[in-house]
């Protein structure tokens, strides 16, 4: 049995988020870089894929002539999904483009640049039959996935309350943007969209507190600010939030907070017991009662679920980290690869990797979020058909 | 010198706050209980008296014959203030008899039952010129004093962002409502006002707020709820914020978050830097920065500023909790009846004490936090006058 | 029921462990200080006796003079104890004279200069029948009394391991010993006598460690040192451990960790499970389990044991401090008082007091740990006669 | 130019580190899996390359037959280097054959079974010429090069106190010994050697506090317990330590504290300041001081020094955990391996990885702790030749 072989588009030098990829699908050792289009630069490309260790006819001038390419190689030996990691605006085409030549997907997130787009490509995926990943990263730690193990089977009881933050400091003045490659896209509303702040990070918090507690939101009031003078594109945002179940909540997400890092943290509440889990210290899951002590649940201890046992690699108290939990990504979206070409049904493991469906919310959120915080009428509901 | 005098209305057997300001005032030996009502039923109120050690004839049968029997005693003996630790009701007829017949007033939070009754309080203290203290002990606490005083002297830069919480979880279900005494009155409109989890702990939160950023909310958000089916108040609330300054920020205030205990906290950034401090780690003060480390400030060293200093009593290392932070409150106030007595101006440390001014934003943030929360409008707004 | 009354030899102007029994004595409204010699020097006893608002005849110029004078007063009004918060030195004389002239003794750590004036002692303990007290302060706090009924009632199983460590900064150059009264005397054989570390804070580790597990330590291999140059005695020093139940353990104790601040910790591993507490943070309990979550308990909550509840005085999430633990000592000794004059058995709380045993073994460690650091001997034990 | 190609000797179903090794070899995308002997059954070896995809002529019944088998490959197939990921008593063995047949070594450690073949090892690699590296994969991570780069620019002051401790819990019990693979061979002498708990991480210990503090541990004290009945080995042990710039510490190891996980943590003391890391939180590096506020350190953030940042791959904010500084140490050696074939000199990274002295002096440790631990005699010194 062979590695799955990937192909990329983007990701090429100076680039932060391609690496991420690679180095997650690396990890394993069940994915293979096969050929990649790093750059719309041809030279740059080239360079890139030099430096990755590929043969030059695999690495590719551009994207449509990677995808023109590969499909004209022996099927054993052609990419099987392509990794999109470009800017923002690109997703979309790209992943158009691959899945209308029959090649899987895997984005970076935001999926796409509108909600539009984000529905032009569900209907595209159902169209295909082909796969579609999204990489919502911060699901793949094994202890976000035991909280929704556990609310799932109902040991919190019903959730009531959520509490989901995500500050971070890094554009807090002015002159972040003037020297940051990353911010300054960021900030650019014709490469990031409608949204810098919760485009960015937001949407990574309404996903988490979705994929634990297995709710949608349903309503929101928000209010966004540009907090640095000048900016066109919000940088701070504070959102109350009401879910489908009944449960209430806040959403915060900062990029002027100053000196927090990546502090993604969430907090939930039933009516028998509460969790909280924080990403910068992702191999813990605390779990809170009103009538007993407090427990704190490590990675890698056999007290564990299913899913978390099968997206840890080390032994407890060795502590893993954002890549792993990006390579339990990857890994669940080469099983779900390996399922498809087979013709088997993806196992428990493969399944659980976020997709289409997470990709329309998603837009759905950052455009509700930014209507919903332009208007002086308090709450602001998802319409039913962005809501998957 | 003698020991300051003091009269206690409420806090007999089984009541709770009633002891916490007993504590509060005796730590120091600064402070005498000299005489008190401590119950609306005679029998108990001359048991709790015999209990705490006081002369059969200073242990009152109301309220309003301990004012008139210490009114009769000469100056050097009667007491100098009351100390009025009752159900939420009394507050404010104890406090108006009190400085009507010349006695200084220390007052249990919140001040009064209606925003009216603390505008009243208000004139009568200006009228009076007497004294009056209200124990929102968590600004007692050195570290947010130091917290205060950092952001005062600029270190942070402008303030931009405010997040401040205060979860619990002890009212998360309707048999502790039953059981216990301490839910009943606060779940009860007729003994709590027009609000539980934001008159009892969301106006500590605002408080907090207000104090340390030295800015006053201006508009807010809101989103209160009865969690547990069949309640009248608010057992839980989420409210945005803008500040005077041009600030924005987040309050949470929930009863119903199962584990959680007295989790006060606050954050609140600046452009230059970021705070933190939890009430339940009070010793630590968290400032962070992006372009250096982030620094652990600790009570008792000698880096700290003039107000945290004179509110610590033991070296750094030696933890102090709520109880010195309450009895500071008391201290502050102490300073205040010497300064007054002499005719002296109060030191700094003596001004630094929670007074009417507070009372009244105090009723009009819950007042409006409600209203707020009943309307389909976004945004609300303090009127002038309760603004202070 | 009038107040305990209570004498105090030292602890005047500038001293700071005068004020901490003063402070832990008045907290609790049980215990008046009515009596006084707070210095050596007539006049600065007389003006600290003044600022503690004292009346003149009650504040004395030697603490003989106090012994003669309160003993011609009527019983009623006679100090009923001996609180003594002098220099190490001094210990033993003031105990012996109090004792003698019939007042019970609550004495500062360490209990007595030598091991041999701690043997004296209890003779006379035992002979005058009158009680003596020693503030073994960090076992007052909630948690650790939680520990040790824990252990008592064999919920981590036999003991096999005990890591306690108590690490301060304070004294790492010899700076801080020119500038600072508290490091000067400590540094000072004739003051401080054989051991400056182990004497001051090593103590205490060792009772803490004895205390929680309920066995004693039966041998010991020391290694102490004087690391700043120039010092006589020691300022860190690190012991092995062994038990009498077969227990193995390690004691480090520091005054030369630079940036530490008063750190005691204590871990303990049975059979069965782990406990871990911290002083710095001490209203929480860590009990940590192989096959199950490690549990964080909290002060104030219901699950705790009798000895945690009844030394307890705010609910939880409500913190308590240094002078708390500190009070706890003296409510149990005021406790043993009330006993004692109405002939009744103390009950579960009063007896829970470090006492004469803890004097004699604290000065039998002391002496002990030096002797071993100079021997080339390894293991060093207890002889028979000093293991009480 | 072409990923560096490693061959694995053990490592096959089953078995844990081995998957370590390869997860860290392959993260970066540097190196390659080119072939391997992954047991001693060819079978399981053939199922063990089949399963990493390795084609089956590259996958060998022995480690004889793999050295054989590539070096009769041309150069530029053939493997570069061998990861020995086996036993411990195979270790030296492997090793010997493989630079003997002119191969450069990455060992698992401890590097052999017993000292006098770390000598012979040390010996054989300064014949050859070749690189050998040893996986002390705790000195890979970000936030402990730079505690050594701060301690090596004298941040500290000169260090004078150091704490490293080890406590694990996973074999508290006998019941585990019969359980479980690893426990078993780990406390068989034929397979483990004289000890357990120093051999299998007290050595981890003493190597990070050399590594960090750039002393050598000159004398110890040692307390080796086999704490569960019925064992041979210790599963416990204390150390009391004098390195040779006159700085005094200790290393506790043990595997029977219950619930403790991997808490490997050091803390060392200058005369200036402090500082303190964990493995289970290792991200973050804690600076003290007496005179300033507490620093805390995050990998990611610009302040840090040149190794830190040229070990880590993700922002700040991003943890990296075990497999990353795993990676590191793989990083530095396939850099030393590429300079070696150009005739380069090592950059700074590269040459920044565990090597044959640290193999002699692991294996030298591990066998003092022994001999020290059953005499009487208090102290033992390091002899001169293996001390490096």
Known sequence: MAKVRMGMVGGGEGAFIGAVHRWAAALDGEIELVCGAFSSDPEKSARSGAALHLPAERVYPSYQAMIEGEAALPAEQRMQFVAIVTPNHMHFPVAQASLSAGFHVMSDKPATFTLDEALQLRELVNETGLLYGLTHAYTGYPMVKEARQRVAANQLGSIRKVVVEYPQGWLASAEDEADNKQAAWRLDPKQAGISCCIGDIGVHAANLAEYITGSHISKICADLTPVVPGRQLDDDGSILLRFDNGAKGVLMASQVSVGEENALKI?????????????????????????????????????????????TRTPNGHPEGYLEAFANIYMAFAGQIRA????????????????INEAVRGMAF??????????EVKWHAFPDHQAT
């Open 267 to 311: 907090r939930a509440y039933g009516d028998q017991g509460g969790l909280e889990w924080s990403q910068q210290e992702p191999n813990t899951l605390w779990l809170k009662y009103n009538d007993r002590p407090t427990e704190m649940l490590r990675t890698g201890l056999p007290y564990l679920g299913t899913l978390a046992q099968a997206n």
């Open 340 to 355: 498809f070409e087979s013709g088997c049904v993806a196992d428990e493991r493969s399944v659980d990797c976020p997709g």
């Open 366 to 375: 950052i455009e509700l979020a930014v209507a919903a915080s332009n208007s």
